[in-house]
């Protein structure tokens, strides 16, 4: 499957303050909506665990923010300030802003929404998930975090939340016993678990990382030489993805009460 069409960025409004690991840039795309962009402040590997990572959650069903490759042109960031121009040209990638009202998950919110037996088990879900792709980077305890995960008032008055940047996926660093005392959904930990609809559906998303991998703009993965670029391998998330069947028991063991 070719790379997606990156959706045209026109207008760039400027940088987020808060709650985003690389100060993504705040844009409007041809198609009107909002999208938290990034390209020149982020590295070409991070790049690449934006676009693995969210579309393995996609595939997994797990509740994260839309998004896209998007696209600055040569002539708009020409016609840039200086403050806006480390955005630089090219794809990128973008994430659709949450509507307004959207803000951090905390601890409260979160015990609140596991208390919907709605979001119960996405929690468990998610707590392997991030464990599978090697994500440490949704830190959350009672004094705060880094949850990257929003919380968002749903018409129907019920609270929903979606999931925000996996740039750390893949962590060659990845610490284990790290990861299980301040991961946002830690506290499911001894939860009852369905392991073999959550493995199944890890096998088929895994079965689409060659999908995946072909949507990656080429200018992520080579540069103007045609040379390799230092990012991340497609053999490294092969084996990554493959441990929950290759080691199972060192994997299911950690999730299991």
């Known amino acids: 499957m070719p790379s997606p ?29 909002t999208y938290f962009v990034k390209l020149g402040n982020a ?6 665990c934006e676009w693995v990572a969210g579309r393995l959650a996609q595939k997994m069903g797990l509740p994260i923010a839309e998004f896209s490759l998007v696209s600055v042109s040569p ?20 994430s659709v802003a949450a509507p307004a009202g959207a803000c951090d998950c905390t601890m409260g919110m979160v015990r609140k ?4 037996g709605r979001h119960n088990s996405l929690f468990k879900d998610l707590l392997a998930f991030d464990l599978w792709i090697r994500n440490e980077d ?16 749903g018409l ?14 893949f962590d060659p660093n ?12 830690a506290e499911t930990l001894t939860a009852l678990w369905n392991v073999t609809a959550w493995r199944d559906k890890a096998e088929s998303a895994k079965n689409c990382l060659d999908q995946i991998w072909d949507e990656l703009p080429e200018e992520w993965l080579v540069d103007s030489y045609g040379d390799p670029r230092l990012g991340l391998n ?7 993805l493959s441990l929950p069947f290759k080691q199972e028991s060192t994997f299911w063991n950690q999730l299991l009460p």
């Open 156 to 169: 129907d008055g019920e609270v929903d939340w979606c999931l925000i940047d996996h740039d750390s996926a």
């Open 75 to 94: 002539s708009l960031h020409r016609a840039l300030p200086l403050e806006l121009r480390e955005i630089g040209h090219g794809v990128g990638f973008g």
């Open 234 to 240: 497609l053999s490294e998330v092969e084996t990554i």
């Open 113 to 116: 929404l596991r208390e919907n």
């Open 5 to 33: 069409i990156p959706v045209e960025i026109v207008e760039i409004h400027g940088r987020s303050k808060t709650g985003y690991s690389a100060q993504p840039f705040l844009c409007t795309g041809e198609d009107g909506r």
């Open 138 to 153: 949704r830190k959350l305890g009672d004094k705060g975090g880094n949850p990257n995960a929003l919380t968002l008032l």
């Open 43 to 48: 590295t070409y590997r991070g790049l690449m």
């Open 174 to 185: 990845f610490d284990e016993g790290r990861y299980f005392c301040d991961h946002l959904a």
